[in-house]
């Protein structure tokens, strides 16, 4: 369906298109428990989203509910023509998009905002059953997610370019910003909603279209954002999701010269592995990568409030986040209080389903990840670390581990080492400034680091030393749409949410106008 039969400016309800879609959608549709949960069942897709409609695969892919596997609910599996297809949609949209003016785009992405918001309660169920985080975590998420779009919408009508004070005589010079063409995003499963706002509002935003390839594990919080984007107008062919075998959708993507921008998030490995597939037709890429967060504690820091904020930052999602406190150190003279206050605060974590509104830390991913952690625990164990705390309350599935607290965490240990993505805190202690700068940046990650403390000359010395993309003092919320989010090292290139957000999806083209001399007898 073209721009003018959708009507660009309608909120719309639901029209008998999207009934019909939703009734030729129900043979595989999503358990009996997630439609019972929501309110708005028609959220609930199961097939792709391309070209303004709903599309099934040659197979399907059952979704387990982390919590207690059950199966969710089915999703396509595409075959490489019908990538095509959506890069295609992605293409022939392009144009007709970014010729609109910043005006209309921004309302669009404020219509996506406001009914985001609207069915912020559904699509938090969504997340908890396909994710396994616990309610409120997927309802902040939901909000945070939509943070974006409403920034990007705002952002929109501020994708400046410059003009030159010029080196050529008679000429002006300028630079204008334009967007970059189809972009090709891919996300991870721990953040299932706000890895996907956040790259499509900043893409949608300066007129770039979108074909989306969420995780396989979450794969209906995409699709329900996708039914959203449907329900406001966005033309065909501007938000594409696609679904299935993972390597085939990016070998797909990748390969096309049509697609101009990958925009990644996810492991480090995986990355690396996208930009050499990318390398062949030159794509600008982003890259969101892995962290191995220092969470340092300064010496006049209170101890309780520092143990707080170190148990926020560590079991986000359980423990599931890039942003995760990897590595906690704590000056010598606090470490036993310090060791002692934290376990007593993790006395406080309730581990189950995170619909149970008592439970404060759900279950991981998958057994294999759970296993991970125990890997990760035996590992550090057998080098020397202590074990201070463990959960002793029921765990109701292979899925879930037990938040665990590991005192003389060292360089040489796998958890020291690795992203953990799993509820152990490793505590480290630490004599002086120096050191803990040294050990915070003795890793091949950058992402994000902590610091905690008062005293302003070691905060400026932490600031300036620690070799992290982010570092946030005193406050673990650290991220949004005005902020520049992103790592160095391993951990990524390029920057999402804030005005940089836009370089990802843009280029700067350099105008050079020059007057002809005037002709001669005119
Ligand atoms: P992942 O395994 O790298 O997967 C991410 C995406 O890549 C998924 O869509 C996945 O598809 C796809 N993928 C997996 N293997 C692939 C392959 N061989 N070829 C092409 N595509 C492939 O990461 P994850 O386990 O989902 O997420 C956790 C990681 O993401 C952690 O390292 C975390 O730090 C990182 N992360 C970073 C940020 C950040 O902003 N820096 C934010 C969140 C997460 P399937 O699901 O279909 O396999």
């Not at 984007?229 to 390969?255: H, Q, W, Y």
Request: one cysteine or more; charged letters at 20%.
């Amino acid at each position: 369906m073209g721009f003018a039969e959708r009507g660009i400016y309608s909120t719309n309800d639901l029209t008998n298109h999207h009934v019909a879609n939703y009734a030729s959608n129900s043979e595989h549709k999503a358990s009996h428990e997630m439609m019972t949960l929501l309110d708005d069942v028609r959220l609930v897709r199961n097939h792709a989203y391309i070209n303004g409609k709903w599309q099934c695969g040659d197979r399907f892919h059952a979704v387990e509910n982390p919590a207690n596997n059950q199966t969710v609910g089915y999703i396509s599996m595409l075959n490489e023509q019908q990538i095509e297809e959506a890069i295609e949609s992605a293409d022939n949209a392009f144009h007709p998009w970014r010729k609109l003016s910043a005006d209309q785009r921004a309302e669009l992405l404020m219509n996506w905002y406001y009914a985001i918001l609207e069915a912020k309660q559904d699509l938090a169920y969504l997340m908890v059953v396909e994710q396994g985080k616990t309610l409120a975590e997927a309802i902040g998420e939901v909000e945070y997610g939509a943070s974006f779009i409403r920034w990007f919408a705002e952002e929109a009508h501020r994708s400046y370019g410059h003009t030159i004070p010029s080196h050529i005589n008679n000429a002006q010079l300028s630079t204008l910003r334009e967007p970059i063409g189809v972009a090709a995003l891919i996300t991870p499963w721990n953040f299932p909603n706000a890895m996907i706002t956040r790259k499509a509002a900043a893409a949608l935003a300066i007129g770039c279209t979108v074909v989306i390839k969420p995780a396989s594990d979450t794969p209906f919080s995409a699709l329900a954002l996708a039914e959203l984007a449907d329900r406001c107008g966005f033309p065909a062919g501007v938000f594409n999701v696609v679904t299935g075998e993972a390597a085939m959708i990016s070998k797909t993507l990748c390969a096309s010269p049509i697609v101009k921008a990958l925009s990644f998030t996810g492991s480090t490995p995986v990355g690396k592995l996208l930009l050499k597939q990318a390398a062949d037709t030159v794509k600008k890429c982003s890259m969101e990568l892995g962290g191995n967060a220092p969470f340092i504690v300064l010496d006049d820091m209170d101890i309780e409030q520092a143990v707080q904020a170190a148990i926020d930052a560590k079991f986000q999602t359980s423990g599931q986040d890039c942003l995760a406190a990897n590595r906690i150190f704590v000056p010598r003279r606090h470490y036993g209080s310090f060791l002692s206050k934290f376990a007593e605060a993790m006395n406080n974590i309730v581990v189950g389903n995170g619909l149970d509104p008592k439970v404060t830390l759900g279950p991981l991913i998958s057994a294999s990840a759970a296993q991970n952690a125990a890997r990760l625990v035996n590992d550090a164990i057998d080098k020397g670390a202590r074990l201070i705390y463990q959960y002793q309350g029921h765990l109701s599935g292979a899925n879930f581990f037990p938040p665990t607290l590991l005192a003389d965490v060292t360089p040489d240990m796998a958890v020291y080492r690795e992203e953990n993505f799993c509820p152990v805190a490793g505590v480290i202690p630490y004599d002086n400034v120096e050191q803990v700068i040294k050990m915070s940046n003795d890793t091949e990650y950058g992402l994000a680091a902590y610091v905690y403390g008062h005293n302003i000359h070691n905060i400026w010395r932490c600031m300036r030393g620690l070799e992290f993309g982010m570092v946030s003092v005193n406050s673990v919320k650290m991220t949004g749409g005005p902020i520049p989010f992103g790592g160095v090292k391993q951990s990524g290139l390029g920057r999402e949410g804030s005005s940089h957000g836009f370089d990802e999806f843009s280029e700067i083209k350099y105008c050079c106008l020059g007057q002809l001399p005037t002709a001669s007898g005119s």
